[in-house]
């Protein structure tokens, strides 16, 4: 089955700074890739996705890459700022509608 | 945009008791419905795929007379952990996506259990 690695498990940056965190996945039939941010306590809240037709996606001040023949994904959140001090996860799927299988997380924390 | 409730969003119960926990759609019907779980500082594990009509499909390791799953209808689906110990302890999720088209999931607000 497929399987998700997660890096790095804790970041920490300054305020202003960009944050990478990257993922890779095992299955080459996945063709679905969301970023989560989860507060403590929450749901997981989609931040951004991705599907296997396209090779980078940008929303603002968050983007997401996609390398299919490497098996990895990256999310990019630049100028950060305290209030995207979260976990951060990503997941990969065969589409929308099925089952999502997460990476371990990435605690980021934004210093001021 | 779409809607996946879940209730109650914690209960606390005692050891060998049973508690159910439900996951609507409230604005489209879903044929399947995906239950989560997730330890402190862990990830999202997926335990069982719950079918509309049929048998829920259980992960390995997941014990599918201790998590029974119930989805009689196209918007209901509910888990209810039976003969609850303090290893149970954790937060469920559920989620859900429209049958007519594949877009993201869609998750409840998830529910803590304290088994004491």
């Known amino acids: 089955g497929e399987n998700v690695e997660q890096h790095p498990s804790t970041l920490s940056v300054q305020e202003g700074d960009s944050a990478v965190i990257k993922c890779t996945y095992s299955?080459?039939?996945?063709?679905?890739f969301p970023w989560y941010k989860q507060e403590l306590g929450k749901r997981p809240q989609l931040i951004i996705d991705?599907?296997?037709?396209?090779g980078e996606k940008k929303d603002q001040r968050i983007a997401v890459t996609l390398n299919k023949t490497a098996k990895h994904f990256s999310l990019h959140i630049t100028e950060t700022q305290p209030e995207d001090s979260a976990v951060y996860f990503c997941?990969?799927?065969?589409?929308?509608?099925?089952?999502?299988?997460f990476g371990k997380g990435t605690r980021l924390s934004v210093i001021a | 945009g779409a809607v996946v409730s879940q209730h109650p969003s914690w209960v606390i119960c005692k050891s060998g008791t049973s508690v159910k926990i439900e996951c609507r759609s409230l604005?489209?019907?879903?044929?399947?419905m995906f239950w989560y779980r997730q330890f402190p500082k862990q990830s999202l594990m997926l335990m069982a795929t719950?079918?509309?009509?049929?048998?829920?499909?259980?992960e390995q390791g997941v014990e599918k007379d201790k998590f029974l799953i119930n989805h009689a209808s196209l918007t209901l689906s509910t888990l209810t952990v039976t003969s609850a110990h303090p290893e149970d302890s954790s937060f469920y999720i559920c989620?859900?996506?429209?049958?007519?088209?594949?877009?993201?999931?869609?998750f409840g607000q998830g529910t803590r259990l304290t088994v004491v």
């Open positions: 719950s079918n509309e009509g049929s048998k829920a499909t259980y």
């Open positions: 604005d489209f019907q879903a044929t399947t």
């Open positions: 997941a990969a799927a065969l589409s929308g509608n099925t089952p999502l299988v």
């Open positions: 989620s859900a996506s429209p049958d007519s088209v594949s877009t993201e999931a869609f």
């Open positions: 299955d080459s039939a996945s063709n679905y």
């Open positions: 991705i599907r296997s037709n396209v």
